[in-house]
């Protein structure tokens, strides 16, 4: 396959999103340089490639997905809209009406790591939901620096996968901007990054690549359980080292948990600045907030212009929190949506409608649930077992302060994303450009 010399031929954005279709299709070369993986994996620590790979073999596609220009500029734009909505008295009001008290505490900074994921369907783009502490950021980044030129189209479009900015850099630049939006110009001595059983997780190697993107930047960090925090002399301690800021990575967004009370008193207390934080998870990552966003009157009525309209409308699938009594009619056409709990992540109890039995449709019912358009995701086809095999794929966008800093891929097969397909895993993303640039 050689399709570079035929480049020069694509000059709109239809010719490029049918040219990244069909790479996705046609190049079954493998792109991921496993000796440059351990490389960069082994500048942590001797034996860090086998801790990361041994345990979690189907973390890293060994190839990457190729994604048109359009698309992309589609998934910033659709981002772009949502937080200018967002920042809008009347939407906060809105969204926090049914969130937990903790969200309504007021802060100055942002929360890092918003997740925009999208499926890319028939209409281009559709955004599934927004996480807040979305994992996989800093995976990518040595991941993109993992990437070989394994043919004539990725060597072709694989400098622009490494042009700009360094991911790590502007992660960096995140927890600074974080810091100084809340403490001004104090500086920035100790970190710690709070998960549950840290080591446990299945993304604890990112923890270990985080702990040393800040101490190389001579910033003390330590990973920990919240259970090892201590709040005295009103501050937040890790053993002796008084904690600056908590990086979040728990799923327990409005810190309910009896394991918790101490973050969360220290949160109350501005003893510590935690990022993301529970108003973060409440204005962006409550699945409910997508029907807002997709209910096009209100947003009018708010006085939203009718371009962003535009953009949310065809951003994202349309959604709708679930009413007991139309139950009937989300039985009836349960085969064209997706089923998903307002304050879910992970893909934990979200529900395809046709492969519902009614005993669990009853306790969507029952429960507080979204129904959205389902919007099957697209496919990049890889040699697996000397077998090619289709493999779903959505797309992460990392965003901070409305700036998309990162795009990657998740491969998987089943129902949702599980880091447990053959082949599948974190994949790079390479732009295919819809004008002569070259």
């Not at 535009?310 to 951003?315: D, E, R, S, T």
């Not at 992540?345 to 979200?350: D, E, H, I, Q, V």
């Not at 493999?391 to 965003?399: A, F, G, I």
């Amino acid at each position: 396959m050689n399709m570079s010399s035929k480049y020069h031929d694509y000059h709109d954005y239809h010719d490029c999103i049918e040219r990244a279709e069909r790479l996705n299709i046609d190049c079954q070369c493998v792109s991921l340089d496993r000796e440059q993986l351990r490389t960069e994996l082994e500048k942590i620590s001797p034996g860090f490639y086998a801790e990361v790979i041994e345990g979690r073999p189907h973390l890293f596609a060994a190839s990457l997905v190729f994604v048109s220009e359009a698309h992309v500029q589609a998934m910033t734009a659709t981002v772009a809209a949502i937080e200018r909505v967002v920042n809008m008295p009347a939407y906060q009001s809105r969204v926090l009406e049914y969130a937990p008290l903790i969200a309504h505490r007021q802060n100055a900074t942002r929360g890092v790591f918003l997740g925009y994921d999208f499926h890319l369907g028939e209409a281009g783009p559709q955004l599934i939901e927004i996480n807040t502490n979305a994992g996989g950021g800093m995976l990518n980044a040595v991941l993109e620096r993992a990437q070989q030129r394994c043919c004539d189209d990725v060597e072709l479009l694989l400098p622009g996968l490494l042009e700009g900015d360094t991911p790590e850099h502007m992660f960096l630049a995140m927890f600074r901007a974080e810091w100084r939006a809340a403490r001004g110009g104090a500086p920035l001595r100790n970190v710690a990054i709070v998960d549950d059983d840290p080591a446990a997780q299945y993304l604890y190697p990112e923890f270990v690549l985080f702990k040393r993107l800040f101490e190389h930047h001579g910033i003390s960090a330590a990973i920990c359980d919240p259970r090892e925090l201590e709040l005295r002399h009103g501050a937040l301690w890790h053993g002796e080292t008084q904690i600056d800021l908590v990086y979040n990575r728990l799923t327990d967004f409005a810190l309910e948990e009896s394991a918790h009370e101490v973050l969360r008193a220290a949160y109350c207390a501005d003893a510590v600045l935690v990022t993301p934080h529970p108003r973060a998870h409440a204005l962006y990552a409550d699945k409910r907030n997508l029907s807002v966003l997709c209910d096009d009157a209100q947003l009018a009525a708010w006085g939203v212009d009718e371009p962003t309209r535009q953009v949310l409308a065809a951003g994202i699938p349309n959604t709708e929190q679930v009413d007991a009594a139309r139950a009937d009619e989300y039985w009836a056409r349960r085969k064209q949506l997706f089923f998903k709990p307002a304050a879910g992540y992970g893909s934990k109890a979200a529900y395809r409608g046709d492969k519902l039995t009614r005993r669990v449709f009853d306790e969507i019912i029952s429960g507080d649930y979204i129904a959205q358009a389902l919007v099957p995701p697209s496919l990049r086809h890889l040699a697996v077992a000397g077998e090619t095999v289709p493999l779903k794929l959505d797309l992460r966008n990392y965003v901070y302060d409305g700036s998309v800093q990162l795009v990657a891929a998740r491969l998987y097969q089943g129902q949702t994303t599980n880091f447990r397909t053959p082949g599948g895993g974190f994949a790079p993303v390479l732009e295919v450009l819809c004008k002569d640039r070259l």
